[in-house]
């Protein structure tokens, strides 16, 4: 009689979420939570571009993103990365890159991203979750826009980013009205 042996962690068991999450929508939440729900481990790559200007530093996001899922011990982890994506994925023993998708438009952009990757390292493979309908309009860029103009932005981020959003605008106000 075969014996089925049970590895302990497969590439396909684990999943990475790449992303600059600045900040964490409640979009994200819900791909990483429904991520969560097919692979029994979801990395969360935040990812380091020295050419593009944060607003949350990215220890701070990786802070933010950790605090969020803390309730999902081991199956959700948080990490920075730099460079290509596929040399992280591959770093990690993974072959599954999640993304999400919350129009059409976004579709044009990650397919061309999907195939770039695959032409660098072929056996990794990218799955497209679309947003749900709620969050089809939350981008980080436009959280931002409302955070900084005074809107509220509670139904866009959660908790812990509203709270830290607020923390930041008011960091800001205050360096502006500083005496020169």
């Known amino acids: 009689m075969a014996r089925a042996t049970a590895k302990k962690s497969s590439p396909a068991s684990m999943a990475v979420f790449p992303g600059s999450f600045d900040p964490l ?47 999902y011990k081991g199956r959700v982890s948080v990490v920075s990365f730099s460079g290509l994506l596929v040399d992280f994925v591959q770093s990690t023993k993974s072959r599954v890159v999640i993304r999400g998708l919350r129009a059409i438009s976004d579709f044009d952009y990650e397919a061309q991203m999907a195939l770039i990757n695959r032409k660098l390292a072929p056996k990794i493979e ?44 008011q960091e800001r106000q205050r360096l502006r009205r500083r005496p020169l």
């Not at 991520?35 to 380091?48: G, T």
């Open 25 to 71: 929508t409640n979009g994200h939440v819900d791909i990483i939570e429904r991520a969560s729900e097919i692979f029994p481990q979801v990395i969360v790559a935040v990812l380091f571009n020295p050419s593009k200007e944060s607003l949350f530093s990215q220890a701070e996001r990786v802070a933010l993103i950790s605090k969020q899922f803390a309730r």
């Open 126 to 169: 990218t799955f497209f979750l679309t947003a749900r309908e709620e969050h089809s309009y939350i981008s980080s860029t436009v959280v931002k826009q409302v955070a900084l103009l005074g809107g509220d932005v509670s139904k866009m981020v959660p908790k812990v980013v509203e709270q830290a959003l607020s923390k930041k605008w």
